[in-house]
């Protein structure tokens, strides 16, 4: 299940949706634009007077499709979020570090590159993070992954509420994003997602610590 | 280059090659077992007295061909060394802890599963460890590194020399053998390995542990 490959796509109520943020969100700090079209994402951020830290998600879908205005959005963005096929395919570059680097050159400060089993890498100019997925012996239903793990990486972002976003809190942001995700995959839909404890979550993260640090 | 596909195998002078031990060696506390028909690896172990710590290398023609010779080994061996694809077709298993648990069933204690640009994990019954792989823009030549990433890691269990090798020793055993392996891959054949200081290894290290850990 370590492969994705997109045969259709209906966008339904997406295919006219112009969204219209309720009053107070344009002061947030911390913007997650999700998976829907860049020119979408870009029509939400505007929306938003001075965000903190936007982090944008995308897919196949936006890079063949509408690649110049995912351009356009990347210099706006702060953290983009892809997986590793997607990020060979929007760059031409086989290598995962040389295909980082290109998205670097695009605008984002800093890039996310999902490996499913594989756990994430993330990017800046200057600064490298790598983690491995949280080992599962089996995966029920990887649909929805990929929002759960940019939804756990910008709800850890928003929870700790700081002045600036480092490279150390992105770190922690990408492992509770993958973390996020791996309960995501052991049940059909949401259906661990609605009954996962915050004490479930702080237990993973603490063993995932145990099974990512060696010094 | 994350593939290796085996075309056709000469043994050469490993054809009948039936390795006596230098004087000395029979009393090593660390034993590296080469990537070699575990039959001789059987025999090359039959001459050292109580190691305290066996390491074993293997691959997919030694898998294919010396099956039930591999698994009379396997109890006899504290670690196993093998890459991600080995695993699969050594225990029929997709799912890649599911095949670790597999082979720790067979009989060593340990397995660390090799996945190239991937990283590494490492399982015993009760403990499990992810790394990825140092991030190289370039691999010159992938030849030998699998030999140097298990030369690395017995290597520093060796240069550790302790009275007992626990799952943290491992650890960083593993890291170790991975960053070894991230030196060989660099330059063509043995050339960047000669060429190696110890102060270049320590730095890659002390890198690696800021691009893995995060808490």
């Not at 086989?94 to 994430?120: F, M, Q, S, T, W």
């Not at 491995?132 to 756990?152: C, I, M, N, R």
């Amino acid at each position: 299940m370590n492969k994705r490959q997109t045969l259709h796509v209906e966008l339904n109520v997406f295919e006219t949706f112009r969204p219209r943020l309720p009053s107070g969100y344009e002061s947030i700090p911390i913007v997650l634009l999700g998976n829907i079209s860049p020119e979408l994402q870009a029509h939400v951020l505007n929306q938003v007077h001075s965000p903190r830290f936007v982090v944008a998600d995308t897919m196949d879908l936006w890079i063949m499709t509408t690649r110049q205005e995912l351009l356009d959005l990347l210099p706006r963005v702060d953290l983009l979020v892809l997986n590793d096929s997607e990020a060979r395919q929007f760059t031409e570059e086989d290598n995962l570090i040389r295909a980082g680097r290109a998205i670097l050159a695009l605008g984002p400060r800093y890039v996310a590159i999902k490996k499913g089993e594989h756990g994430c890498i993330l990017l800046s100019q200057d600064r490298f993070f790598s983690c491995g997925a949280y080992p599962l012996e089996s995966v029920q239903d990887p649909t929805g992954a990929g929002d759960t793990f940019a939804g756990g990486l910008a709800g850890y972002l928003s929870g700790q509420n700081k002045a600036e976003v480092t490279f150390d809190d992105l770190k922690r942001a990408v492992v509770h994003g993958s973390l996020m995700a791996s309960f995501c995959v052991e049940a059909f839909s949401v259906e661990r997602m609605v009954r996962l404890s915050e004490k479930e979550i702080s237990q993973r993260y603490e063993s995932f610590v145990a099974m990512s640090h060696f010094a």
